[in-house]
């Protein structure tokens, strides 16, 4: 059975950085392709970042958030630089397909 452990997240002020990480177990990790997801309260889950053999970001994160990998570790990585207070979220990780079970998620917060 896969297990997705996400960890990392924070109350961090605006202008700040996180980085969150996920460890995957039970799978072939090196042949998933990753993402990482957000759902902010009253909001559906939304998909932030996916890595494959390339990466991919959504409009609202691009040029502040970087995704990476790193298969040694079965982990995946989110960077999230100049946080804004509407990147305040619960953040997962998933295959870019959803195939897993969700973990239990990193609560992201953004304030002053």
């Known amino acids: 059975q896969v297990q997705l452990v996400e960890s990392g997240g924070g109350l961090v002020q605006p202008g700040g950085s996180l980085r969150l990480s996920c460890v995957v177990s039970?799978?072939?990790?090196?042949?998933?392709?990753m993402g990482w997801y957000r759902q902010a309260p009253g909001k559906q889950r939304e998909l932030v970042a996916g890595?494959?053999?390339?990466?991919n970001y959504a409009t609202f994160v691009k040029g502040r958030f970087i995704i990476s990998r790193d298969n040694a570790r079965n982990t995946v990585y989110l960077q999230m630089n100049s946080l804004k207070p509407e990147d305040t979220a619960v953040y997962y990780c998933?295959?870019?397909?959803?195939?897993?079970?969700w973990g239990q998620g990193t609560q992201v917060t953004v304030s002053s």
């Open positions: 998933n295959t870019l397909s959803g195939d897993y079970s």
């Open positions: 039970g799978s072939i990790f090196s042949l998933d392709a």
């Open positions: 890595i494959t053999r390339i990466t």
